[in-house]
């Protein structure tokens, strides 16, 4: 079945320490986004890609850092500059053709401060 | 930058009634997306609406773009157990490259 992958479902970070998000997928699709939801409110952009070897910021993405070496794949590096990074992580992917098109989104990482 | 805002925050129904969660844009929408999600899942995509006036239905939810595309909103008829999440609306913005996400709505539907 074709789809958006997350790994890993939960993710501790120590003081200091970086840690990369994986979020690949078989949809053939061209963009691919990263968003942040923290308890009761809704998403925020991180980073989004339209193309491979292309990456943008969005809204908050200090403290982060993205690669788009592959179309399938778009890992999230959470810094230990993100002072704040426990938070809910959805990465989501969507086709660039025609008109406006729906993401579909993976299931998410959990990250917490040990 | 677009934003949306998602009324009400929270939502409390008896099984069987309806319900309508409304979605209001400080700009034109040109792409409107409604999501469900699960606590602790990913969102699953519920329906997209572009032209003013068009209306879609899925089962028991039907969701509205009004005519001057600046508010949407989504009803539920006869709610049931399985409608409870969070619901969100998204947006195109920044040339259809981003898509800019209300804060959302929880609703819990008692038996």
């Known amino acids: 079945d074709g789809g958006i992958t997350q790994s890993p479902k939960y993710l501790f970070r120590k003081e200091g320490q970086n840690v990369t998000l994986s979020c690949e997928q078989n949809?053939?699709?061209?963009?691919m986004y990263w968003y942040r939801q923290d308890p009761g409110q809704g998403l925020r952009l991180i980073y989004y890609?339209?193309?491979?070897?292309?990456?943008q910021k969005g809204d908050i993405a200090e403290g982060y850092s993205v690669s788009r070496e592959k179309k399938e794949s778009f890992p999230l590096t959470v810094t230990s500059a993100q002072k704040n990074p426990t938070a809910f992580y959805l990465c989501?992917?969507?086709?660039?053709?025609?008109?406006?098109?729906?993401?579909?989104f993976g299931d998410g990482t959990r990250l917490s401060i040990l | 930058s677009q934003e949306l805002e998602q009324s009400p925050q929270s939502l409390i129904v008896q099984e069987g009634k309806n319900l309508t969660i409304n979605c209001t844009s400080s700009k034109t929408l040109y792409g409107l997306y409604w999501y469900k999600q699960k606590y602790g899942e990913g969102l699953i995509f519920l329906m997209m609406?572009?032209?003013?006036?068009e209306e879609k239905s899925h089962e028991k939810i039907t969701a509205k773009l009004d005519e001057k595309k600046q508010q949407s909103s989504l009803h539920i008829t006869a709610s049931q157990p399985s409608h409870a999440g969070i619901y969100l609306c998204?947006?195109?913005?920044?040339?259809?490259?981003?898509?800019?996400f209300g804060t959302g709505t929880k609703l819990q539907v008692i038996p």
């Open positions: 949809l053939n699709h061209d963009a």
């Open positions: 609406l572009q032209k003013g006036g």
């Open positions: 890609s339209q193309i491979v070897n292309d990456f």
């Open positions: 998204g947006a195109d913005s920044g040339g259809y490259q981003k898509v800019t």
């Open positions: 989501a992917s969507r086709d660039r053709g025609q008109g406006n098109q729906p993401q579909h």
